[in-house]
């Protein structure tokens, strides 16, 4: 399993107080850090420029796209890719003008290039174009745009559409974000889910870096359930 945690502020400080509690993980290799920019959700978060300030340490960045127009941050951070360590660009599709475009674009710096689908958004939102170029799909299992809320197993449903949709799709990692917690991970991962990103069950919790151990423990338990 790999897990991601979850970062969704305007605050410097509170950026900072996140990303410096969960820096001591060794079972982390990467932070999630959702963009927002009020248009897309009403909420609004720091951007990538707002970033170039922050000591990520030996964590890579992998940014979730939930803008107007996804290709603006991709630009965006193209003019200050040697101030951030990024891993990976993840992109909504609902406003999204051009899918191929923006994955084509991920790739062309080195980046992982995925595509995120909201809540309720199906599976044919993909583009046909799309699935040769992709690394990676997130799935949203709470609607977009906030954290503390209530997972939705309707994602579920959704992710069987998903490995149905195209020959690749089984091969693609899935991600799962919005409303994971140590009490449901193990039912997503016995929907074969290997990746999550993780946001406020670390950040409620006394000490995310153990947070983060219970995560893996209960992923380990499940794997030796089912070898």
């Not at 999630?32 to 964590?59: A, R, Y």
């Not at 990676?136 to 559409?161: D, R």
Request: hydrophobic share 45%.
């Amino acid at each position: 399993m790999k897990l991601s945690p979850s970062i969704l502020t305007e605050s410097m400080i509170t950026f900072v107080e996140q990303l410096d509690a969960v820096k001591p993980s060794q079972l982390i290799d990467r932070v999630h850090v959702d963009i927002i920019d009020g248009q897309f959700v009403d909420n609004l978060t720091l951007s990538p420029l707002d970033l170039t300030v922050i000591d990520f340490g030996e964590l890579g960045v992998e940014f979730h796209l939930m803008v107007e127009e996804p290709m603006d941050v991709v630009f965006e951070c193209e003019a200050i890719r040697e101030y951030l360590p990024i891993k990976r660009v993840i992109g909504q599709v609902e406003r999204m003008s051009h899918q191929e475009d923006f994955l084509h674009e991920v790739k062309r710096n080195g980046w992982e290039a995925a595509l995120g689908l909201d809540l309720f958004t199906p599976v044919e939102a993909i583009d046909d174009q799309s699935w040769a170029e992709l690394d990676a799909i997130m799935l949203m299992s709470v609607e977009a745009g906030n954290q503390e809320e209530v997972f939705n197993p309707q994602v579920f449903h959704k992710l069987k559409e998903l490995r149905e949709a195209h020959p690749r799709a089984a091969k693609l990692p899935i991600i799962i974000d919005g409303g994971v917690k140590t009490a449901n991970l193990s039912q997503i991962l016995q929907h074969g889910v290997e990746e999550v990103s993780v946001g406020s069950a670390l950040w409620k919790s006394e000490d995310p870096v153990r947070a983060i151990e219970e995560f893996f423990r209960i992923a380990r338990k499940h794997q030796s359930k089912n070898d």
